[in-house]
């Protein structure tokens, strides 16, 4: 009998192949608002290797977030459970996608051993789709969170959720496994769905947020968008009001970077003042906390933001 020995190595696949054949985009030069500092502090290496140790993604380094070195550096670092590769396929996003593995049983635990070699006071635990699994992924959030609160109970917890799409009952269990925030970010404006979330539907990600509240009032709920996408500032006006009528109490907007010339491009880079003043408006409209900035990202600076919220939700009852 013959053996034979395939000894070249596979070519490792594509990060996204539903972009492989798109033509790629012109680049715009950042100003420099957007330019932050590498990573490479004591602080950062150490969280590198608790989150290496414990066999844990993250979105920090998986979606490129330009924050990774300020957060790291301080030991923040937000987990991404279910595995690193997702099963959308979004204009923005630098996740991979494809078809995930399985459910790594343990991966709750170990997200709470890293919680507790961090200490962190404030954590957040986001993921990526699973539109293949029969209730999204909605109960493997819930035992994360279970198991962090069991090995970490003063640890606030924050959830950022993909949207369930179609996964009856699924917005239930993770509400029921009582987060202290729960996050599902809209990310655009609705005439940019098709082109920038092409999977998801605006109106039931607002319906998401919304059902949160009915399940539970005294949970606080956020959201975010990014701009520089080729939006109108009228539309992101709606989407405030839109936030508004379901409740939303923390609003986040950031600027939206390419990851590779095949993502959707940067129309333009929206300046400081335009944040500003998108702070001010949202305020106006009632959110009790917002983040508004270039830099902005959903789990930046959560815990101190969280703090901040809490604060603001007690001040606004002693009125």
């Known amino acids: 009998m013959a053996v034979v020995i395939d000894t ?3 070519a490792p696949a594509p990060r996204h192949p539903e972009k492989a054949h798109r033509p790629e985009t012109p680049a715009l030069r950042k100003p420099a608002w957007i330019r932050v500092k590498a990573p490479g502090s004591p602080g950062y290496a150490e969280t590198r290797r608790i989150v290496r140790e414990n066999g844990l993604h993250t ?25 690193d590769v997702c099963t959308r396929a979004c204009a923005f996003c630098n996740v991979k996608t494809g078809l995930p593995g399985a459910l790594d049983q ?34 493997h ?106 409740q939303v109490d923390f609003l986040t907007i950031g600027q939206y970077l390419q990851p590779t010339r095949r993502h959707h491009p940067v129309v333009r880079f929206v300046t400081p003042d335009e944040f500003a003043a998108y702070a001010t408006i949202a305020y106006a409209k009632g959110f009790l906390m917002v983040s508004s900035s270039p830099l902005t990202r959903s789990s930046h600076h959560a815990g101190e ?15």
């Open 8 to 10: 070249v190595a596979a």
């Open 59 to 83: 979105v920090c380094e998986e979606a490129g977030c330009p924050n990774i070195g300020e957060c790291w550096e301080k030991k923040h670092a937000t987990f991404m459970i279910m595995g």
């Open 106 to 139: 343990a991966e709750p635990g170990h997200v709470a051993a890293a919680v507790a070699k961090l200490g962190l006071a404030h954590v957040v635990v986001t993921s990526v789709d699973r539109d293949d699994l029969d209730d999204g992924g909605a109960e």
């Open 141 to 246: 959030f819930a035992r994360t969170i279970r198991a962090i609160r069991t090995r970490n109970a003063a640890t606030t917890i924050e959830v950022l959720t993909p949207d369930f799409l179609r996964k009856e009952g699924a917005i239930t269990t993770v509400v029921d496994a009582r987060p202290d925030v729960f996050n599902h970010n809209l990310e655009t404006v609705p005439s940019k769905y098709l082109t920038v979330r092409p999977g998801a539907r605006y109106f039931h990600s607002l319906r998401l947020l919304q059902q949160v509240k009915e399940r539970d009032p005294s949970m606080f709920t956020k959201s975010g968008i990014m701009v520089g996408l080729g939006e109108e500032r009228n539309e992101v006006l709606q989407v405030m009001d839109d936030l508004r009528a379901a």
């Open 305 to 319: 933001d969280f703090a901040r919220l809490r604060a603001a939700r007690e001040a606004k009852r002693g009125r």
